[in-house]
């Protein structure tokens, strides 16, 4: 038997998808979070909050974003060598 | 006192043009004065859709330096005389449009014509922020899908922050104006619906326009759906926007798919 509301909300309904799509990708664009240089900005500085104390490559460090609806998740990877000099602090 | 519009979007070929074209027209027709302003620099159409692109002689930018005086680069419509278009250069690019240039340009037809309405090129670069310099109101051309909702947001904000009335703390006068809506699609949920777009947005409706090839066909012949056949939907649209942005109130009709069937068994013509 052919599943009808099924095989209409598959080939149909993508209007109620680009809505959300849209007002979550809004709501983040007219938000500080929006502004395209953030992430860039955001990882410089950690970056360099970290070198302060450990040495390391700037290659080594991820940032990442996920925009969700309610809240967005910020993730930072760092991968520090292990055995390294500690820098002494505060220098 | 005159009014100041720019028809803008962001995003291209959603209909600004044939918008300032039918939204001119309709307004001319109701015995205002009323220009078209034509912002797209090196790429006009705006001459084209209302059929007077062989009548050019001097353009905006001859005006905006000097070379030309206002009278001589303003043509007037052959069939509607308080319609009047001050048509881009097709070959210059948008540096040539100077910020005191135009705003000599804007003062000056402000004090001849009750409705100044601008073409802004697509984009959010000088030719787009110059369109949308000195406007009074805003119309925002949008179409029923991501990308262009998107872009209309992005120029909503533009609006709010590069205008000479935002500068100075004022608010600017916003509306969307819904263009290319296919009742049909909408209703089978392949096409995001008005009350989506709005909720977006969050700014009052000027009009819906249907995709119509009414629309098509009077761009071909050089005469705005409002003249080529007033009874069509297309037209009664924009001359209903028209009449809302004289300050009527009237309640916006969302065109169903049904009239289109309608058309197909009873024949094209609604009028």
């Known amino acids: ?58 290659d080594k460090v991820q940032v990442k974003m996920d925009r969700g609806a309610a809240v967005s998740t910020l993730e930072i990877e760092v991968e520090i060598p292990n055995g390294v000099t500690a820098l002494a602090a505060n220098s | 006192m005159a009014k100041v519009v720019v028809v803008t979007s962001g995003k291209g070929g959603v209909g600004k043009t044939t918008t300032t074209a039918g ?14 302003v034509d912002f797209d620099v090196g790429l006009r159409n705006l001459d084209l859709v209302l059929g007077a692109e062989r009548r050019v002689v001097f353009d905006f930018i001859n005006v905006v330096q000097g070379v030309a005086k206002l009278q001589q680069a303003l043509i007037r419509d052959k069939r509607l005389e308080t319609l009047h278009l001050l048509p881009a250069s097709q070959t210059r690019d948008k540096d040539a449009l100077t910020d005191e240039g135009v705003a000599r340009v804007i003062g000056e037809l402000r004090s001849r014509f009750d409705w100044i309405l601008c073409d802004s090129p697509a984009g959010i670069e000088r030719g787009a922020t110059l369109a949308m310099r000195h406007a009074d109101v805003a119309v925002i051309v949008t179409n029923p899908e991501v990308s262009s909702v998107r872009d209309s947001d992005r120029i909503i904000g533009i609006l709010d922050a590069k205008t000479e009335k935002a500068e100075k703390g004022e608010k600017i006068d916003k509306h969307i104006l819904i263009a290319r809506f296919d009742p049909a699609r909408a209703a089978r949920g392949e096409m995001l619906n008005i009350s989506d777009v709005l909720e977006i947005l969050s700014l009052p409706l000027l009009g819906i326009i249907p995709e119509s090839e009414e629309v098509l066909r009077s761009s071909n012949l050089g005469t705005p759906v409002v003249l080529n056949n007033p009874g069509s939907a297309a037209a009664r649209a924009y001359l209903e926007a028209a009449r809302r942005l004289m300050g009527e109130e009237l309640n916006v009709t969302v065109p169903s798919g049904k009239r289109g069937l309608f058309n197909k068994l009873f024949g094209r013509r609604a009028a």
């Open chain 1, 1 to 58: 038997m052919i599943n009808w509301s099924a095989f209409f909300k598959r080939s149909n309904s993508t209007a109620p998808v680009a809505r959300e799509r849209l007002q979550i990708l809004l709501a983040h664009e007219r938000s500080p979070l929006g502004r395209s240089d953030l992430i860039a900005a955001l990882k410089e500085e950690i970056l360099a909050a970290i070198s302060r104390h450990v040495e390391l490559d700037a």
């Open chain 2, 23 to 36: 939204l001119g027209t309709a307004l001319a027709q109701s015995g205002q004065n009323v220009v078209v």
